[in-house]
């Protein structure tokens, strides 16, 4: 069982910067790729980031790609998501997720491969 819990949501400004983090507990958490996901009022979760085991491989979703950086601290049990330059659009809640993997490189964007989840913390970009 591993317990995830999202913190760094925010109320904030189109242009600004957030910081999302992740603390996991239970399992060994360097044995699950992570992920980042959104869903906003009336449409469906959506696939943000995802990175693996060792924190070597990383992915994004179009949107925000040179705009978040998914990172890992595996010592400290945590996932990070850095967001920059904010848009109205990113308002959603923000969920992470873990997936157990052998395999140090492996990571995906189906969030029916995540086998555990946050409760998500609420992101809203104002114009």
């Known amino acids: 069982q591993v317990r995830l819990v999202e913190s760094g949501g925010g109320l904030v400004q189109a242009g600004v910067s957030l910081r999302l983090s992740c603390a996991a507990s239970?399992?060994?958490?360097?044995?699950?790729?992570m992920g980042w996901f959104r869903q906003a009022p009336g449409k469906e979760r959506e696939f943000v980031a995802a990175?693996?085991?060792?924190?070597?491989?990383?992915y994004y979703e179009d949107s925000v790609k040179g705009r978040f950086t998914i990172s890992r601290d595996n010592a400290q049990n945590t996932v990070y998501l850095q967001m920059n330059s904010l848009k109205p659009e990113d308002t959603a809640a923000y969920y992470c997720?873990?997936?157990?993997?052998?395999?140090?490189?492996?990571?995906?964007?189906?969030?029916?491969?995540?086998?555990?989840w946050g409760q998500g913390t609420q992101v809203t970009v104002s114009s």
């Open positions: 997720a873990a997936d157990f993997t052998k395999s140090a490189s492996y990571y995906s964007i189906v969030s029916s491969a995540y086998e555990y």
């Open positions: 239970g399992r060994t958490f360097s044995s699950y790729a």
């Open positions: 990175i693996s085991r060792s924190g070597g491989s990383t």
